[in-house]
């Protein structure tokens, strides 16, 4: 079964890090360029970054720019998602997703709407809250 699997996620304080990861089971993601994206309650989809598939590029949204850092570990099949200085505006909840053989189609997706359609597999989200 080809799944995404993050994981990661929970409480920090505004300030505070955490770091998520995504990872893949049933295929290799080195084929694949791995994005980010988030879910506010009451708010759309949005995204987040994109890593290609040798990770010697990234895309990141204006909001989190200086804040979070994409990577990823091909021998591990996982993507990372390194989230620092987080704010109450991060509470969400993050999901990966394949963005095929580049992160081409991320770009669109910094506007909402995303066009989850565009993406193959995604995985079931984790929760990230910013609270003190």
């Known amino acids: 079964q080809l799944q995404l699997v993050e994981s990661g996620g929970g409480l920090v304080q505004p300030g505070g890090s955490l770091r998520l990861s995504c990872a893949a089971s049933?295929?290799?993601?080195?084929?694949?360029?791995i994005a980010w994206f988030r879910q506010a309650p009451g708010k759309e989809r949005e995204g987040v970054s994109c890593?290609?598939?040798?990770?010697?590029?990234?895309i990141y949204a204006d909001s989190v720019k200086g804040r979070f850092t994409i990577s990823r570990n091909n021998a591990k099949n996982t993507v990372y998602l390194q989230m620092n200085s987080l704010k109450p505006e991060d509470t969400a909840v993050y999901y990966c997703?394949?963005?095929?053989?580049?992160?081409?189609?991320?770009?669109?997706?910094?506007?909402?709407?995303?066009?989850?359609?565009?993406?193959?597999?995604w995985g079931q989200g984790t929760q990230v809250t910013v609270s003190s």
């Open positions: 890593v290609s598939r040798s990770g010697d590029s990234t």
């Open positions: 997703a394949v963005s095929g053989p580049s992160c081409t189609r991320f770009r669109a997706s910094l506007r909402p709407p995303v066009g989850e359609e565009n993406y193959d597999y």
């Open positions: 049933g295929f290799t993601l080195d084929v694949y360029a």
